[in-house]
């Protein structure tokens, strides 16, 4: 009886492993569609900037521009490209969040 008990204790430990496989696996899956829904988002949002803040953007976050190297090929201030980055960033934020919200509802 011991070790019918011990078996059946092992195979009860590999049935909640198994759930909890599952479940790790279902919400990987569903953040990977969250995910997918943000980019998608993302890109959408990255459409409706203006040449001048969406090359703020790509300088600073795609090339990796130092704020001094902005300022210096964009002719602004640095204080002034600090300013803009934050502004777009919101933007793109708030754009973003509006997108999923609204994604979220259809």
Known sequence: QVLAQLRDRKRDRLLLDMDL???ISEEAERQAGQLDEFRQALRACLR???DSNRELVERRYLRSMSIADISTAANRTASAVKVALLRTRRQLADCVQMRMAAEGES
């Open 21 to 23: 496989a599952e479940a």
């Open 48 to 50: 409706t900037l203006t």
